[in-house]
Structures are given as structure tokens and as C-alpha cells.
């Protein structure tokens, strides 16, 4: 790719408020948030949370029922009263099935988004031809995208929505139809790209690890309510709900009962009795001894250590799997627990008695009210979840 200068056009943006209803679903529920300038956002959440009519909302194709949406001073929406309409909102939008003309050329797909400028055909070419290198496909730009990949495909989307240089970016699970390996190369160049350009950027995804990959700022939705809003180690390491939480990947989660807690630096650190163990972990407040608390576990929180260490809890291998840089685990606990996503840098063979090692600063304590509503959101039967 060749190197251009960054442009500053991004401006905040500014949603509040913001509620749509289908009948008696709620899809948005008083939604509120502010991106800053050139910043990329990340909305996470699954199938059904809202992130999608939220998109749909900020670019226009769907109308809230009440709140606003303004980028930087101008109101793009407010309710029912103020509207503007997508074309006219300085906006680019790039689809999950890349929404390419299929009788156009790559070169004329990009040059489409510059239709309104008042450029004439070879000034509209030379810009078109200029963004198509700059996402490395200056080689395809006679080719239609039938004649293209999907990660090509892709690109020239991509392409196609930086050319006109708006000041908002708006992307719509862009790499949910790509394989793996192709999926990270893109990631890539998607956040690479958008950084440079200095838009305000909106990025949806179900994909957690993608949502960490990608954002400034993450906010994680569920039944269309913005339950955090934060940047990615925030919300990783001091999730506000359960919900969040469980969404952000866990390995497992474990009950116990407080023994001690204390301050280590800036981190309260509990002590926990599970089974014929005792665990180290993190917590948000204090908790009194004697009070059942949920663990919730981070797989990058545990490693293993042999029987005879006296450290961690006792477990035993139920399954290994080669991850090139290592091996992952599956670890069955004294009480039942499975933990998967266990690293370890050699394989542990399967039924080995082995200890799990947890480091506190990958674990959280949930006491009381908040421990309860957990149980209550876990299907019967599951104690484990891999990611």
C-alpha cells in the first residue's frame, strides 16, 4: 500500500437517547453514548442485541422514535422532527456482502462513491485508481467482482467507502463471510486504513476477540440496552455486569465462599475456598468472609503446574489440542468445573492429575445479588464455556 498523509475530517459523535421500537420489541433501549473525533468504536453484542438497527440508525436507513444523533454540531436525527437523509449525511457504510455493482469494474465501483462531486471523469478516475493501490489492488482494477476473491471484493469496498473521504465510517460485520486467516489480514488493514484516513468509525461484530482487536472504545449491547461502554481493557478487566462479562470470553465460572480479602497495590484481591482448594482473584468491592461469591474465569488466566506442587486446585486433563504456539487444555476440577482454553507450552497427557494455577488479575468475584442473577442468566447444566 502506498502512504498518504492523514486527513483530520472525523468529528465526534453524539448519540442520546436514542429508542426504536418494532411493536412491542424494543430493539433500542435509550442508548447513549459520545465517539470522539477520528476514534473506532466497537459496538459487540450477539444476534438480536440491537447493534445493527443501531447502525442502521446512524446511517440513516432505519429512523429512531426518539433521541438524537448528531456528528460533531449537526443533528442527523431527532426523533421524529429532525431528519436527514443518508446521502446528505457525510457517511460511508461498508456491507457484510461487500454490495458491490456487479456489471461495474473495481475501478468504477470505487469511482461510483465520487458521483456527486463535482469532479470531472479523469480527476474521478485518478482518486479511484489511487485508493484502489492504496488497498493494494491497483492490479484489479479493470476486474469485475465476479472476477475477484472475497477478500478483493472486500477491499474494494473498502476502497470505495474511503474515497470520498467522509467523516463518519460505518461497518456492518465487514469480515463475518471471510475465512480465518483472511478474516486477520483484513482486520488489519481495515483498522489500519481507518486510522489513517482520521474518520469517526462504528464498527459492528458478535466476535469478541475482533471487538478487542479493533476498538478504542467498546460498547457491548444486549437486548438492545448499551450495558458498558469503555475502552477495551476496561471493559476486559472490569466488566460492569455479568453479562459483559460472560460476552467478553470466560473460561469457566466457579462458587465459593470469601475467606479473607486485602489490598495488593491498587487491586483487592479476595481469597476464596472452592472445593478442597483455595483461589486468589480479583474484586470490585470489598467482601465480607463467609459471603458465596461467583468466579468468573479468563481462559488466559490459568496455567498448569504438576500434582505434587501444592499451588492452585486439583484437576485432571480431560483433553489437549495443538494451537501451534502451545497446547490448550480442558481441565476438569475436583467439583465438577470444566475450564477449556487451559495454555500450556507442552501437552499435559489426557486423565493426568495436574494443579490449576489461576492468576488473580484474569479472575472477578461476584457476590451476593449479582452472583444470583449470573446463575439465573446460565442455561441449566452449563458450568463452562470455550472461546
Same mark, same amino acid.
Given at each position: 500500500? $502506498? ?42 453484542? /450477539? ?5 445493527? $438497527?443501531?447502525?442502521?440508525?446512524? +446511517?440513516?436507513? =432505519? ?10 454540531? @449537526?443533528?442527523?436525527?431527532? &426523533?421524529? $422532527? ?6 446528505? *449525511? ?11 455493482? /456487479?456489471?461495474?469494474?473495481?475501478? +468504477?465501483? %470505487? !469511482?461510483?462513491?465520487?458521483? #456527486? ?9 485518478? #482518486? ?52 480465518? =486467516?483472511?478474516?486477520?489480514?483484513? @482486520? ?18 458478535? =466476535? ?47 462458587? !465459593? ?13 479476595? @481469597?476464596? *475456598? ?15 468472609? !463467609? ?6 474465569? @479468563? ?5 498448569? +503446574? ?11 486433563? *480431560? =483433553? ?5 504456539? !502451545?497446547?490448550?487444555?480442558? %481441565?476438569?476440577?475436583?467439583? &465438577?468445573?470444566?475450564? +477449556? ?47
Amino acid at each position: 500500500m $502506498t502512504a498518504t498523509p492523514p486527513q483530520d475530517q472525523g468529528v465526534d459523535l453524539h448519540v442520546e437517547a436514542l429508542t426504536r421500537t418494532f411493536g412491542t420489541t424494543t430493539a433500542l433501549d435509550r442508548v447513549t453514548f459520545t465517539v470522539p473525533a477520528g476514534r473506532f468504536l466497537v459496538l459487540l453484542g /450477539p444476534s438480536g442485541s440491537g447493534k445493527s $438497527t443501531l447502525l442502521r440508525c446512524l +446511517a440513516g436507513i =432505519d429512523r429512531a422514535d426518539i433521541g438524537t444523533i448528531r456528528l460533531g454540531e @449537526r443533528v442527523l436525527a431527532g &426523533g421524529r $422532527t429532525a431528519f436527514v437523509p443518508p446521502e446528505r *449525511r457525510d457517511l460511508a457504510m461498508v456491507f457484510q456482502d461487500y454490495a458491490l455493482w /456487479p456489471h461495474m469494474t473495481a475501478l +468504477a465501483n %470505487v !469511482g461510483f462513491a465520487l458521483r #456527486r462531486r463535482s469532479l470531472g471523469a479523469a480527476e474521478t478516475r485518478r #482518486r479511484a485508481a489511487a485508493m484502489l493501490e492504496r488497498v493494494g489492488l491497483a492490479d484489479r482494477s479493470g476486474h469485475y467482482p465476479h472476477q475477484m476473491s472475497g477478500g478483493q471484493q472486500q477491499r474494494v469496498a473498502l476502497a470505495r467507502a474511503l474515497v470520498g473521504a467522509p467523516r463518519l465510517l460505518l461497518f456492518d460485520e465487514p469480515l463475518s463471510n471471510l475465512d480465518a =486467516d483472511l478474516r486477520e489480514r483484513l @482486520r488489519v488493514e481495515i483498522a489500519s486504513l481507518a486510522r489513517e484516513a482520521g474518520a469517526t468509525a462504528v464498527y459492528i461484530t458478535h =466476535d469478541q476477540s475482533e471487538a478487542l482487536a479493533l476498538a478504542d472504545e467498546i460498547g457491548v449491547m444486549h437486548n438492545g440496552a448499551l450495558l458498558q461502554y469503555g475502552s477495551p481493557q476496561d471493559i476486559y478487566r472490569r466488566p460492569a455486569s455479568p453479562l459483559v462479562a460472560r460476552f467478553t470470553g470466560m473460561a469457566a465460572e466457579m462458587t !465459593g465462599v470469601v475467606e479473607t480479602h486485602e489490598h495488593a497495590g491498587d487491586q483487592l484481591i479476595v @481469597r476464596v *475456598r472452592v472445593a478442597d482448594g483455595l483461589l486468589s482473584v480479583s474484586a470490585s468491592e470489598p467482601i465480607l468472609p !463467609g459471603t458465596p461469591v461467583t468466579i468468573l474465569i @479468563r481462559p488466559a488466566a490459568t496455567s498448569l +503446574a504438576p500434582r505434587g506442587s501444592g499451588q492452585g486446585i486439583p484437576g485432571i486433563i *480431560r =483433553d489437549t489440542a495443538y494451537r501451534g504456539n !502451545g497446547y490448550d487444555h480442558v %481441565v476438569e476440577t475436583a467439583h &465438577g468445573v470444566r475450564l +477449556a482454553g487451559v495454555h500450556d507450552p507442552r501437552a499435559w497427557p489426557r486423565e493426568d492429575h495436574v494443579r490449576l494455577i489461576v492468576d488473580p488479575a484474569g479472575c472477578l468475584a461476584l457476590p451476593g445479588e449479582a452472583a444470583k442473577l449470573l446463575s439465573a442468566m446460565r442455561p441449566a447444566g452449563i458450568r463452562s464455556s470455550a472461546h
